[in-house]
């Protein structure tokens, strides 16, 4: 490493899960040969964060751990292999930092189901820190001169919406639902999907995130805690209930009304990860109405060219709020009540 990268670092680190997330100094890492060092400018805060601090997932995280994986940065090291990074470029740390690439999964283009996946701020340190590693084979190309702290959620929430979406199979001028729709992913998805030429119904609650999906493109939305009868309000909505449900709502419940409201021979695409959560549906319908229910991850290493290309082009944009990384424990409380609208970005120099 070069003589202007430090020694030491600030980051967010918690020893145990559950446990004090303490911001203090740690060393800075070396690349190893197939790796580069990002100097990360903002990351951006994510549900998946604060299922790793308390631990409410059935996969273990390393410990310590910084957490983080939508870190949007500058390479200033890289190792003798990488080829794809030069000093200078712009980079993004993601979810998926590293995978095998032989195996099956790999090889077809679903890396993200490697069985030897690395996980940022998971299983491996995250981009909740000033430098962060990241396998150059994966880590995301960002054109120069982007706005690294909008860019950030794309990283994560972008390109697993757009991933979500096209899973759905859903066609242009068709409805898609899309619950959580206030949220960082649910903010993204409305874009995402406009920008695909789909009909967005927003399913969320308070006044808040209603205005915010609709300047987002929402054509219609839905209170679910208001409404008294939400599986006849979509299907009245949608005239017979949307093509396809992308579900990134942190909670069961969304999961079962979807597969009661969506359009015969639609998609129940499942996203968000609500601890210790199932997804319920009575079989007679599941069959009559020959619906799919169906699992979507993050996306490829195509996908998360594609998803940046959305948001470089301007049809995509990140509602975010700038805080230091120092208010990071401050983000996690709001994000538990449920109180954030749009994505939380850190600045890792505060």
Known sequence: MTSSIPKTQYAQVFEKTGGPIEYRQIPVQAPGPDEILVNVKYTGVCHTDLHAWKGDWPLDTKLPLVG???GAGVVVAKGNQVTNFEIGDYAGIKWLNGSCLTCEFCINGY????????LSGYTVDGSFQQYAIAKAIHAAPIPKGTDLAK??????AGITVYKALKESEAKPGQWVAITGAGGGL?????????AMGLRVLGIDTGDV???LTKSLGAEAFIDFATTPDIVAD???VTGGGPHAVVNVAVAEKPF?????????RGTVVVVGLPAHAYVKSEVFSTVVKSITIKGSYVGNRADTDEAIDFFSRGLVESPIKIAGLTDLPKVFELMQKGEIAGRYVLDTSK
């Open 256 to 264: 079962e009304l979807s597969c009661k409201y969506v359009r015969p």
């Open 234 to 236: 979509v299907i009245k």
């Open 151 to 156: 860019v950030a959620p794309i990283l994560c």
């Open 209 to 211: 995130k209603a205005n």
């Open 111 to 118: 890396e993200p189901n490697c069985p030897d996946a690395l």
């Open 186 to 194: 649910g903010t993204l998805a409305i874009q995402y999907a406009k």
């Open 68 to 70: 983080g994986h939508e």
